[in-house]
């Protein structure tokens, strides 16, 4: 039963949207072939690929973004973002650090530092975030002891 849900849940070629992605995919792709290291152009694509859920790929048109651009937030927040779904606690917590640092009042990139730090079981790293989320946003965090 499981075999037949995960055949549903895969593209097929017949679809509008798996075309239009495709098409999408070659036409950057061929737009970084005369213009390798753009990072605007390797960001798009590695959205592309992540609404097609090809993570793998994803993470390398990132990684060239931020290596064209190291301040490319967007970039490194995604980054961080995926690395922490696959499980690369490590690589997820150096590039959020590198968004809070350029950004330090981003609430998002602060909450998945504090998740990428918990899941590498650094507690005390993890509440230090917990605590910038409180004093950033503290009618949006609560606490425990308010319970």
Do not use: C
């Not at 017949?14 to 960001?43: G, K």
């Not at 064209?68 to 997820?92: C, F, M, R, S």
């Not at 609430?107 to 989320?133: E, M, N, P, R």
Request: glycine share 4%.
């Amino acid at each position: 039963m499981r075999q037949e849900s995960e055949q549903a849940s895969q593209p097929t070629t017949d679809r509008p949207s798996f075309r239009r992605s495709l098409w999408m995919i070659q036409e950057v792709e061929h737009s970084l072939r005369l213009v390798p290291d753009d990072a605007e152009r390797n960001y798009a694509l590695a959205l592309i690929h992540v609404m097609r859920g090809k993570f793998n790929d994803a993470i390398r048109s990132l990684s060239v973004a931020v290596e064209a651009n190291p301040g490319h937030t967007q970039a490194l927040w995604l980054l961080g973002e995926i690395q922490l779904k696959v499980g690369d606690y490590e690589k997820a917590a150096a590039s959020l650090e590198q968004v809070v640092a350029q950004e330090p009042d981003n609430l998002t990139a602060i909450t998945w530092l504090s998740l990428a730090y918990h899941s590498l079981g650094k507690k005390g790293k993890a509440l230090d975030k917990q605590s910038v989320l409180q004093n950033l946003a503290p009618d949006l965090i609560v606490s425990r002891s308010s319970k």
